[in-house]
């Protein structure tokens, strides 16, 4: 699908044709096709040679619906962040590694999807790209070793409803070749790499999910070999595209699900996830600063979601635009994707590592390649 200023066909339509482009691509490259019989009668999709991690963590969902949106403050100067002071060596990009494995949280059950039927437990398969030596250009190692820092900052990517993580590869690489270790789950209802039909009803899970996650990378008993004590501590990045978008939203600043550790939050065409979430409130004053990025001419989401999730923040926060993007090309195949890395990467360096030479260049980071500041508070 080109990048046009055409909202393009519906949500359903662009996910089938990227399905039939990329099905091979998936089912390889995410590496999660093989079925096994687990004790509990769970079914798992793993990489051959994958690991299981399982903590019992977990707390059952609440949910919420925004207000309706009005109009957007005018820009003003953000507000500075800050906390830690960690540094990251020269060299982005890096060359990359990657590590698979599946995480079950022992403490939350599985609603029923198409052939399975409810489990006691969540499973989370997930591909974990970090920083490794090299050069930029080299392919991406499995299970290489991280370097050539000791440690990497923790960022969590949520995909969209009814596609796979692996279908985001090229975002979620360059994200990592900046100097983050970000971990890109598949969720047990809304991800194709399940069998049964996806759905969008377990979103407040998806939320949950996001806290069950750090729980299991900051524990370096619970990771593979590769990952144990090369995830840095401090604040977490999360961010998510489409249904990712509101996910990784609820998880930092709705009462349903706010999980304190974030430190700052980017969603990428975000939903609202409509009665998901009615129970909870939009946003908390101790949300961390949120980024809304939207394109204009979305034809499945659209734009005016993400003014409202804005107009509900009362921290920190930014809104973005891409003018005549739709819903899919800017963020993973689209020539925004650049701007929008850059972005993101002085966003987080910002308000996750109390970097300040990142927090001054996000004005005009917010207004190159196709990008647009329409306003901050």
């Known amino acids: 699908m080109g990048h046009t200023g055409t909202t393009g066909p519906g949500r ?8 039939q482009r990329r099905r091979t691509t998936v089912l390889v490259a995410a590496g999660l096709v093989v079925a096994v019989a687990l004790a509990l009668g769970t079914w798992l999709a ?7 991690v399982t903590s019992a963590v977990g707390s059952a969902p609440r949910s919420s619906a925004p207000t309706a949106p009005s109009t957007l403050p005018p820009t003003v100067p953000p ?12 060299g982005p990009p890096y060359a990359l590694g990657v590590t698979r494995f599946t995480a079950v949280d022992l403490t939350r059950p599985t609603m029923a ?3 399975l039927p409810q489990r006691p437990t969540r499973e989370l398969p997930m591909a974990v790209y970090y920083p490794t030596a090299g050069p930029a250009t080299s392919p991406v190692a499995e299970n290489a070793p991280v370097g050539p820092a000791t440690q990497y900052p923790l960022m969590i990517f949520a995909h969209g409803y009814s596609i796979t993580a692996a279908d985001y590869e090229p975002l979620i690489k360059d994200l990592a070749a900046q100097g983050f270790v970000v ?3 598949d969720f047990p209802i809304s991800s194709l790499v399940f069998p049964g039909p996806a759905s969008q009803a377990d979103l407040p899970g998806q939320a949950l999910d996001i806290r069950f996650l750090i729980d299991t990378l900051q524990n370096p008993s619970a990771l593979p070999a590769v990952l144990q004590d090369k995830i840095a501590p401090g604040k977490v990045s999360v961010t998510g595209h489409s249904d990712g978008g509101v996910t990784v939203a609820a998880a930092s600043g709705n009462s349903c699900c706010l999980d304190p550790r974030i430190g700052a939050s980017v969603a990428l065409a975000g939903d609202q996830g409509g009665s998901l979430f009615r129970s909870g409130e939009w946003f908390q004053p101790t949300a961390p600063p949120q980024m809304f990025i939207h394109g204009t001419a979305d034809g499945d989401v659209p734009y005016s979601y993400s003014l409202k999730l804005y107009d509900d923040t ?31 990467t002085d966003f ?14 996000i004005p005009t980071a917010a207004n190159e390649g196709g990008l647009r500041l329409e306003a901050s508070a």
């Open 113 to 115: 999807r198409g052939p």
């Open 12 to 19: 359903r339509g662009q996910q089938q044709q990227r399905r």
């Open 314 to 344: 009362v921290v920190t926060r930014y809104m973005v635009s891409i003018p005549g993007g739709v819903h899919w090309d800017p963020f993973v195949s689209g020539p925004e994707r650049p701007a929008v890395v850059k972005l993101m």
């Open 348 to 361: 987080f360096r910002a308000y996750t590592l109390g970097d300040k030479d990142a927090l001054a260049r």
């Open 79 to 90: 507000t500075l962040p800050p906390t830690t002071t960690t540094t990251l060596p020269p």
């Open 46 to 52: 793993l990489a051959e040679g994958d690991d299981e």
């Open 183 to 185: 971990a890109a789950p």
